[in-house]
């Protein structure tokens, strides 16, 4: 049915249901649609209830051709069961759309939470059905509420943003499974994978728990981040206090603002404290190169004023010559990295050229920059005379680059920012970069005042 339009193959499937002659391809492709379109399942129920309606009607009233005297035989004819037969049918079928419609849209019972946002393809499973998978599109047009026991799975490519009722927000990392329990019986489940939690203030008396294979989080208002590993599981509180307890033998452990956790079945607890960087993040150039940066230093003129800047370098890297700027390694961190953060960059140019921003990045656990972060963006390209430009970044426009699926960690905390550009140009100017907190935005880009060319 392929080449058929699609209002067309519902009206020839239904039709074909109601005279009781759908073959097994029809048969499949109906069921097909009833659990992948949700337009169809409601057109389903109401054709369902039509045509009940009609048969029950047909059936309980007297036949008015035959005559009073004549006597009607108690054999049924075949038509006569086959239309019992179909309105028997039809009345299982229109129960199972029901219930399935209800369960699918949590009419049953009053819902755990709801999918806020997701990225690429996430998969949501109900109960035995089969799996729904749910795009930014889908999303949109049908937003997705959670029930008991409902399960999120995320690829490498994708993650969600699920809220539960009591308001608290839960990140779901790519690579991830979780399964969504009512606050009154056991919480939130995390067989593999990791999440970032904002929990709302709870109840001392019924925290929200966290249950990895190797331990549970009773967390009563926190933000903290899990990593459930094949050998370990991690906890990270970034603000507030959560209890540990060990699966294997019920021991407990207390975790506070930036200390990190480690739990193995066996293992002693071993607390790790993390540095807590600024949450916000400045420099410029007005009074020459801070300590370690590379670079060179370059005076610009704007109007009434001159300020400074730095100017990239040509270096050897990878085997080829680029432009660079990079600042030195801050073992405490540059800054705080928040979902709402944001980088901000006042640069300039010399057309025709373009330049990558990184992020050389630490774990929790591990204080050297095992991760590097990329912001590659055709609006950090110029090819007409340069102007100054000031650029705001939301920080989750940044793609990690290292992939360490061997020996995943929680935390990003960054320790280096560097600025690469291609050797053919003469290279790139920044006068000033920030970072600061605020609802994340698309990438901005405003010109600034319009100079000479005003390198020197």
Known sequence: MSSISPPEERSILLNAMADDVLNAEQELRLIELLQADADFRLEYVRFCQLLTQLRWQYESEPDER????????????????????????????????????????????????????????????????HPLWISPDQLNSHPRTLQQGDRLLTSRGSSATLQLADQTMIRIQPETEITVYPQSKDGISVPSGSIKAKVT??????????????????????ELEL??????????????????????????????????????????????????????????????????????????????HSRGAIRSIPVQQDMQTVQKIQSPQVPSGLF????????????????????????????????????????????????????????????SEFRLQTYVKENPGLGC????????????????????????????????????????????
Not at 96 to 116: C, I, Q, Y
Not at 201 to 222: C, D, I, K, W, Y
Not at 370 to 395: E, F, H, M, N
Not at 415 to 429: C, V, Y
Request: hydrophobic share 35%.
């Open 66 to 129: 035959l005559a009073p005297d004549r006597r009607v035989s108690p054999v049924r004819s075949v038509s006569h069961t086959k239309r019992r037969r179909l309105t028997a049918f039809t009345v299982v079928m229109l129960l199972m759309v029901v219930v399935s419609w209800l369960s699918w849209n949590g009419s049953t019972e009053d819902p755990a939470g709801k999918l806020v946002s997701v990225s690429g393809r996430v998969e949501m499973i109900r109960n035995q059905q």
């Open 201 to 222: 203030p709870q109840s001392p008396r019924n925290p929200l728990t966290f249950m990895l294979p190797h331990a549970e989080v009773q967390v009563l208002g926190t």
């Open 227 to 304: 990593l459930t590993l094949p050998g370990q599981s991690e906890v990270a509180v970034l603000e507030g206090k959560v209890q540990v307890t060990r699966n294997s033998d019920g021991a407990r452990q207390l975790v506070s603002t930036g200390q990190f956790l480690p739990v193995t079945d066996a293992e002693p607890f071993s607390i790790v404290n993390w540095p807590r960087p600024p949450d916000e993040w400045s420099i410029d150039f007005e009074h020459g190169l801070p300590a370690g940066w590379e670079g060179q230093r370059v005076r610009h003129a704007l109007p009434n």
């Open 336 to 395: 705080f990295w928040h979902e709402d953060s944001q980088l901000q960059l006042r640069f300039k140019i010399q057309p025709p050229g373009w330049f990558h921003i990184y992020l050389h990045a630490r774990t929790y656990q591990n204080p050297r920059p095992v991760l590097t972060y990329c912001y590659v963006d055709l609006r950090l390209w110029q090819t007409q005379p340069g102007a100054w430009k000031t650029i705001s970044i939301p920080l």
């Open 413 to 456: 905390i960054p320790l280096q920012i560097s600025f690469r550009g291609e050797s053919e140009t003469d290279g790139f100017m920044i006068d000033r970069i920030w970072v600061t907190r605020g609802n994340s935005t698309p990438p901005q880009i405003q010109n600034d005042v319009p100079t000479v060319n005003d390198m020197r």
